[in-house]
């Protein structure tokens, strides 16, 4: 049987988070020395407290796959679609990633961005994320929309063109990133025409599918080069009476720009718990069972560099109950390298937060392919310390990247590796906090 998902598990038990939040409230006042001495206290007394007896509130653990458009036929087809669902299914998948928010484009009709175009040309009205979560629900999966490109736009969409203020600017001046063979640039969280727009675009799905959650990504982020702007110059004079500084690691501007990012995620929770309600009104209006709450999932890197380069705090954000599902991406290609980013210090703390940590595990894409018995090691080595494991991605599995290995050897092992992996005893109990030095600074 595969691993049932938290949502689906009846036995598993809600851990009291609010001394958690309380924590993060604090944290984000105080400097980095006092944090650091906090985080060591909370590590000894909170989550363990929180979570009682070892074994008594441990989340479960998620096998899941990301899914996504390039390159792939996957969302063109709906027969394929149907297939691509069964066969995860009967493999021992759990969850489900599709992307549905790529190159500044949606997969389905919105009010707030335009169609793919592939998908305007294949088939307008064949809403792919709605298909593949019928298909999926029906078999017991969850399905969770990653919005893969987060606040990036390609720089000659029309959105750009219509509002440039609404782009974050470096200190020359320029704003492009080069991305995937194109020119991107970085919408301003802190603006609210950007913030309508974003909890928009994410809103209209859940609204649409019924999906089980979203995901937000390395790409829901402020790159630390930018915020040079004259928006956000003048909106920063305006909150501390000065210039952004010219070192774009100062620590204060770096905390301020990161507390627009998380401002950010609070509206969307806000929003997401808005639709929630009326959800449940509608249902108890028609005497059917409360639906679940839409939960919030993200997948950032590891962390030292998704706060240092992406303004990304996903300890911060975990622990104040922002995010309910942390899928931390660890794409060394060694099963040595591997196992090494599985202790990273902030990775071993959310061992203890009470909710769903996964591992991010290259699968195959492209010219990198690993062999089934690297995979399956990796696999092993994230569910020994309680983790799930989330692939990169869909093709890469037993598709056109599954490699010299073929589909369907990968096909049966990926069964077999699943089967081992749900027999593993009980989540261990949270480890340690390492040492205080070991900790990254902000």
């Known amino acids: 049987m595969p691993l049932l998902p938290r949502r689906l598990s009846a036995s598993a038990p809600e851990v009291d988070r609010q001394p958690l939040r309380r924590f993060s409230r604090l944290k984000a006042r105080l400097p980095a020395w006092c944090n650091l001495v906090l985080a060591g206290l909370l590590a000894a007394t909170g989550p363990a407290a929180a979570a009682g007896p070892a074994g008594s509130t441990q989340p479960v653990r998620r096998i899941g796959v990301w899914l996504t458009n390039s390159p792939s036929?996957?969302?063109?087809?709906?027969?394929?679609?149907e297939q691509a669902v069964g066969e995860l299914a009967e493999a021992g998948f759990n969850t489900l990633?599709?992307?549905?928010?790529?190159?500044?484009?949606?997969?389905?009709?919105?009010?707030?961005?335009?169609?793919?175009?592939?998908?305007?040309?294949?088939?307008?009205?064949?809403?792919?994320?709605?298909?593949?979560?019928?298909?999926?629900q029906r078999r017991g999966l969850e399905v969770i929309p990653w919005f893969e490109y987060g606040l990036m736009e390609p720089a000659d969409a029309d959105v750009v063109r219509r509002q440039p203020d609404w782009v974050l600017a470096k200190r020359d001046g320029s704003t492009g990133y080069p991305l995937h063979g194109r020119t991107m640039v970085w919408l301003n969280p802190a603006h609210p025409g950007v913030r309508q727009r974003?909890?928009?675009?994410?809103?209209?799905?859940v609204q649409r599918c019924g999906v089980d959650g979203v995901q937000l990504d390395d790409h829901f982020a402020w790159p630390?080069?930018?915020?040079?702007?004259?928006?956000?110059?003048?909106?920063?004079?305006?909150?501390?009476?000065r210039e952004p500084p010219d070192d774009q690691h100062d620590r204060a501007w770096m905390r301020w720009r990161r507390q627009q990012l998380t401002a950010l995620l609070r509206e969307l929770r806000a929003a997401l718990r808005q639709l929630d309600d009326e959800a449940a009104a509608r249902a108890r209006a028609k005497g059917r069972p409360k639906p679940h709450p839409t939960l919030v999932s993200l997948s950032p890197g590891p962390f030292r560099f998704a706060y240092n380069k992406w303004l990304q705090d996903w300890e911060l954000w975990a622990l104040g109950g922002l995010v309910d599902d942390l899928i931390v991406q660890n794409y060394a290609y060694s099963v040595k390298g591997f196992e090494k980013d599985l202790n990273q210090p902030a990775l071993v703390k959310a061992r203890g937060w009470g909710l769903p940590v996964e591992i991010g595990i290259l699968a195959g894409f492209g010219g990198r392919t690993p062999d089934m018995a690297t995979l399956s090691e990796k696999a092993r080595l994230s569910a020994a310390r309680g983790h799930g494991v989330i692939y990169f991605y869909w093709e890469g599995l037993w598709g056109q990247h599954a490699g010299r290995e073929g589909g369907a050897f990968r096909?049966?092992?990926?069964?077999?590796?699943?089967?081992?992996?749900?027999?593993?005893?009980?989540?261990p109990p949270p480890l340690p906090s390492p040492t205080p030095q070991a900790r990254p600074q902000r």
């Open 73 to 81: 036929p996957l969302y063109y087809n709906p027969a394929l679609i």
């Open 97 to 136: 990633y599709p992307n549905v928010w790529s190159r500044g484009a949606t997969f389905h009709r919105s009010r707030w961005a335009p169609l793919e175009p592939a998908l305007q040309q294949a088939n307008p009205n064949l809403d792919p994320i709605c298909r593949m979560t019928r298909a999926a």
């Open 198 to 205: 974003f909890i928009g675009l994410i809103s209209e799905i």
């Open 224 to 241: 630390v080069e930018l915020g040079y702007d004259a928006y956000t110059r003048a909106l920063y004079r305006q909150a501390t009476g």
């Open 411 to 427: 096909q049966n092992a990926f069964r077999q590796l699943h089967r081992s992996l749900s027999r593993l005893p009980p989540l």
